[in-house]
């Protein structure tokens, strides 16, 4: 059983361009949630989502950042215009109903 | 969720066992114990979890305190590759908690591990 997937595992982005960062959840799960990890800090969580429903994105900022996870396919997480503060890890888990999480490789965003 | 203290930094020797406290006097009676570990580089992973009991896994054990107000992750023997940020986190599983599932990270204790 695969576990959780994430990709791109790096990705460079310019100031001013758009970063989509998927997650692939273990299979049989349907919840999700996303988290940030900024260089020398914890982990902030930003928002949880279950089949094509957002639960909870009470951590998410509010500009610039949406969350998807779609009846079929990843979740996405998507970052518009963004900025040098927005380099970070960016981990995923996922979940069967509020059990254990699953945690992925995380995605390490560049923003230069 | 009511908050945990654990302290920012422990070390030791390599094959000896390790116990990581946590304080969390505020703990509700729904409140789950969990605790994860982030090695370098990597995601976090579950380590175990509990409620009242101890609990033992092939991982380590969770000792929680009679009152629930503190509990101890016990690593019988450590090993290099247990070198890792450990956290303690709470979760109130009690329906209208206000709760939606998430975890809440705190700074947790760095371990080092020593050959």
């Known amino acids: 059983n695969a576990g959780v997937m994430q990709n791109p595992r790096h990705l460079v982005r310019r100031r001013g361009q758009e970063a989509r960062l998927r997650c692939s959840p273990m299979?049989?799960?349907?919840?999700v949630y996303w988290y940030r990890q900024l260089p020398e800090e914890g982990l902030k969580f930003m928002v949880y989502l279950q089949k094509e429903n957002i639960i909870d994105e009470s951590g998410m900022p509010k500009e610039r950042f949406s969350a998807e996870f779609p009846k079929e396919g990843p979740s996405i997480l998507r970052i518009q215009q963004v900025v040098r503060g927005d380099s970070a890890a960016y981990f995923c888990?996922?979940?069967?109903?509020?059990?254990?999480?699953?945690f992925g490789p995380g995605t390490r965003l560049t923003v230069t | 969720d009511a908050k945990t203290t654990q302290p920012n930094s422990m070390e030791s020797n390599e094959e000896e066992p390790v116990h990581l406290p946590c304080n969390h006097s505020t703990i509700s009676g729904t409140d789950y114990i969990h605790w994860y570990r982030q090695l370098p580089s990597q995601g976090p992973e579950y380590v175990i979890h509990?409620?009242?009991s101890n609990v033992n896994n092939r991982m380590a054990s969770l000792a929680i305190a009679e009152d629930r107000k503190s509990s101890t992750l016990i690593l019988h023997r450590a090993t290099l590759r247990d070198a890792a940020v450990y956290y303690c986190i709470l979760r109130d599983v009690a329906k209208g908690s206000g709760n939606t599932g998430k975890l809440i990270f705190g700074q947790g204790t760095t371990l080092q591990v020593k050959p």
């Open positions: 509990g409620l009242t």
């Open positions: 888990a996922s979940s069967r109903l509020q059990g254990r999480r699953h």
């Open positions: 299979k049989g799960h349907s919840h």
